[in-house]
């Protein structure tokens, strides 16, 4: 009997469906260096399912690297170095989505930069902060806790979400074309807000994205809505408030979410930020065990890359608290896993 939820339409690969809706781990994938007849399936595949799972890539930061480029230009670690913080990797494109130090111990979970990183743990999408946003992430593993103490990456399928809105907010989202102003220093503080009881939000870099979006690689429509999102621009702050956290609650319902397990190290996740919401999954291996994974991060190329902000505007995506509580070295660097 013929396995349950294998997609046979692609030639070069073979497609393991994750989701009714969305999601899918690929195998039989030449990493790191795919013909292009694969690659174009890769992309295909992508566009489909929003994020898609391989393992066992084999794959090291080189590696890593040189495939991110072929999907587009790369975000890297430079804008975002502050106060002497030291590379731990030789490339820039390699973004530190793990929980061990500069020196490579495990991060005191108390620590400010656990506190800093428990935002992550927020549905969001990547660089909605930035004057460009992201549309690809490449997050790798590099090592991992034993088998049975979490760490696993949940996403959650925002394209479905639109479908399933009620008529009546949908029409409203469509009539009204809603924009939100995102920020970095939001989030933070939303999921720690004693450690930033200090940071007025107000004050910080917000960029501004459209709630509604076509996704162009599939054509269908998208919510633009995460953690990041601080406020609906032209709106009220109880309306804005109020819808921001009803479309938030709607795209991160059970139904549209699932859930990936890191098995081995070198497996790799790709997800498009333009149609998929992420987060990081708890467990018991913070303080205790290393979870060293790796991004890379592509510039959106489509038409909405920019949103409603200026093109000509430096890249500004942290936050300065001007107070006791100010992160230490290297934590204006995005981490997302």
């Known amino acids: 009997m013929e396995e349950t939820g294998i997609n046979r339409e692609f030639k070069t690969i073979s497609v393991k469906e994750l989701h009714p809706t969305f999601g899918a781990e690929i195998q039989g994938v030449e990493l790191p260096d795919p013909s292009e007849e694969q690659f174009e399936e890769i992309l295909a595949a992508m566009a489909k399912y929003g994020f898609c799972v391989f393992r066992k890539t084999g794959m090291d930061d080189t590696g890593h690297v040189n495939f991110s480029r072929r999907l587009g230009e790369l975000d890297d670690i430079r804008p975002y170095m502050t106060s002497g913080r030291k590379m731990r990797y030789q490339y820039y494109e390699l973004f530190d989505a793990g929980n061990v130090d500069e020196n490579g111990n495990v991060i005191d979970p108390e620590s400010p930069k656990a506190q800093y990183q428990k935002g992550n743990a927020l549905f969001h999408v990547d660089s909605s902060f930035n004057p460009r946003r992201a549309s690809f992430s490449l997050l790798r593993a590099f090592e991992l ?120 190290p070198s497996d790799m996740i790709i997800w498009d930020n333009t149609c998929v919401l992420h987060r990081a999954g708890g467990g018991t291996f913070a303080g205790k065990f290393r979870r060293d994974l790796r991004r890379t991060t592509v510039h959106d190329a489509s038409s909405t890359a920019w949103g409603l902000n200026d093109p000509s505007l430096s890249k500004r995506p942290g936050f300065s608290m001007g107070s006791s509580n100010q992160p230490p070295h290297g934590l204006l660097q995005p981490v997302a896993i």
């Not at 949908?170 to 009881?197: G, T």
């Not at 009220?236 to 549209?256: C, G, P, V, W």
Request: hydrophobic letters at 35%; one cysteine or more; a negative charge.
């Open 145 to 264: 806790p034993p088998p049975g103490h979490g760490g696993d990456t949940d996403f959650a399928d925002s394209r479905t979400a639109f479908d399933d809105l009620p008529e009546e907010l949908k029409a409203e989202l469509i009539e009204k074309d809603y924009a939100a102003a995102h920020c970095m220093a939001h989030s933070r503080k939303v999921a720690a807000p004693e450690f930033f009881k200090d940071l007025d939000v107000s004050t910080q870099p917000m960029h501004i994205h459209k709630i509604l979006q076509k996704h162009e690689p599939s054509g269908r429509m998208n919510l633009y809505i995460a953690a990041h999102a601080h406020h609906v621009v032209g709106v009220d702050k109880m309306k804005s408030d109020a819808l921001l956290k009803q479309l938030l609650e709607h795209a991160t319902q059970e139904k549209y979410r699932t859930s990936v397990a890191w098995q081995n």
